[in-house]
């Protein structure tokens, strides 16, 4: 089977397992797992920080920034169709009481000027601004990668506002690989990072929080436990994570010409509209135009012909491509959609 559903549907390489069982481990509530406090110092180094937390899901590392760094009653601003607003279950609103203000982006991407005017006046009739999130890449919009430049000039309006900012950096590494700038030169513009381990990377499960305020870690530490994601003898998954950073960051660059090749293949069937200059990493959205079969139809269709992937609404579907992806996978699945999205 050909899953190109996510990259979070990767296993662990047989490296990957053997550091994973080969694991030094403690208890990590008490700071003595010395696997995990590894992975935590290469993590915060790779992106110019102080310190990182490891924690279960990418979801947890978002919300815990987010609490971490508002009061309840506080608003936070957000790209309308970004994880924390369409996969994290409403966990903003329920677990730090605060209100996300949707902004509109491109293809996920909002400018400076958006960010600005979405800013609430400091009166005693609004709700305050107390955080800026952005996401890079962004997942809902195909994987794009936010401008190095244009995050300059949303900190450079965050500064003028005195208002933090937080990364959803899930694949912040896919960013990394397709323009090979230093991971620090994202990082640098934020008060708090996301991390994720278990999607290009590989890892089975885990996501890091990275920041340079020590109390601020402590402080997202504390609610970690309240959220209930305070782990024991979490080294041997921490393992995983620092296998994936010594062996599987330079080889995202493969899931990214894997997402263009697949993009071209799909380009050439005439029920697919795609664009294909739009797929930057190693996500493809693409819609599926004048076909009969409804989107469930269309799915299962592909998946009794050894294809895996996503609708995702109205008539566009998602493919991603990862470390479990070969480039004669990549073959055999356009063989596939050119067959069964041309009747």
Known sequence: ????????????????????????????VYGEDSTVNRLQDMAAAL????AALFVPS?????????????QPGQEVIVESTCHIVRYEQGAAGALAGVQLHWVTGERGIMTAEQVEAAIRPKDPHSIQTALICL?????????????????????????KHGIP???DGARLLNAVAATTLPPASYAQHFETISMCLSKGLGAPVGSLLISSDLSL????????????????????????GIYALEHHVTRLKEDHD??????????RIPSVQIASQHVETNIIIFDVVDHRRPPTELVAALKEQGVLINAIGGQRYRAVTHLNIS?????????????????
């Open 1 to 28: 089977m050909i899953d190109l559903r996510s990259d979070t549907v990767t296993t662990p390489t047989d490296g990957m397992r053997k550091a994973m069982a080969r694991a030094e481990v403690g208890d990590d």
């Open 47 to 50: 992106l110019g920080k102080r």
């Open 58 to 70: 990418g979801t947890m590392a978002n919300q815990l920034a987010i609490r971490s760094q508002t």
């Open 135 to 159: 996401e890079n890449t962004h997942n809902a919009g195909g994987g794009t990668i936010y401008p190095l430049s244009t995050i300059e000039k949303i900190r450079t309006v965050a500064v």
């Open 165 to 167: 900012m937080h990364l």
């Open 217 to 240: 870690i402590d402080r997202a530490r504390r609610f970690r436990r309240m959220y209930g994601g305070a782990m024991r003898q979490a080294g041997i998954l921490a393992a995983a």
């Open 258 to 267: 894997h997402a263009k090749k697949l993009a071209r293949l799909l380009q």
């Open 327 to 343: 480039s004669k996978q990549i073959d055999e699945a356009g063989e596939i959609f050119a067959r069964i999205l041309a009747r």
